[in-house]
T-cell receptor, first 114, second 112 residues
């Protein structure tokens, strides 16, 4: 298993540009998450999904959109990039089930908006 | 709402020193508690977990005990190594929910 994969690893965007951060998992997990991690801060939940076709907002959803057409993929869309979106973005997944289950994290995408 | 509060860093220790990183939580239900570790340039990895009061999670010499009476889950290690240098995050998840709540992270540097 590749686990959770994210692309790209690093990207520089100009203000107002748009892009999609890709996330895929091959573990057949129902739950998928997008977090952002600002310097010196903890992770903030942007959006999550409990299964294909179902998404919901997290703590900091403004400026982002998501879709979940398949179990495997959970892309994050930035429509009009702003400097405040400079951050490291982590995708995670976990299986539905017992409380002991935990999230598997991808390696992250570092985004710089100038 | 649910939240996690961690001691502020950064923390710098000499090799073989004792480590404690404090973590307290606020939760409406009966959460599971976790410690994650993030090594430079990598994603978060689960270090240990505890799912009910008085449980002790342990891994790689690290320990943390779920204390419901003090709503705490402090991370400890008796003798740190240079390879333990990383950022440590405390987190909780409600059993009836599907979200995780993370603390702000504590950066640990161990010097030889």
């Amino acid at each position: 298993n590749a686990g959770v994969t994210q692309t790209p690893k690093f990207r520089i965007l100009k203000i107002g540009q748009s892009m999609t951060l890709q996330c895929a998992q091959d573990m057949n997990h129902n739950y998928m998450y997008w977090y952002r991690q600002d310097p010196g801060m903890g992770l903030k939940l942007i959006y999550y999904s409990v299964g294909a076709g179902i998404t919901d907002k997290g703590e900091v959803p403004n400026g982002y959109n998501v879709s979940r057409s398949t179990t495997e993929d959970f892309p994050l869309r930035l429509e009009l990039a702003a400097p405040s979106q400079t951050s490291v973005y982590f995708c995670a997944s976990r299986p539905q089930g017992a409380v002991m289950e935990t999230q598997y994290f991808g390696p992250g995408t570092r985004l710089l908006v100038l | 709402g649910d939240s996690v509060t961690q001691m502020e860093g950064p923390v710098t220790l000499s090799e073989e020193a004792f480590l404690t990183i404090n973590c307290t939580y606020t939760a409406t239900g009966y959460p599971s508690l976790f410690w994650y570790v993030q090594y430079p340039g990598e994603g978060l990895q689960l270090l240990l977990k505890a799912t009910k009061a008085d449980d002790k999670g342990s891994n790689k010499g690290f320990e943390a005990t779920y204390r419901k009476e003090t709503t705490s889950f402090h991370l400890e290690k008796g003798s740190v190594q240079v390879s333990d240098s990383a950022v440590y995050f405390c987190a909780l998840s409600e059993r009836t929910g599907n979200q995780f709540y993370f603390g702000t992270g504590t950066s640990l540097t161990v010097i030889p």
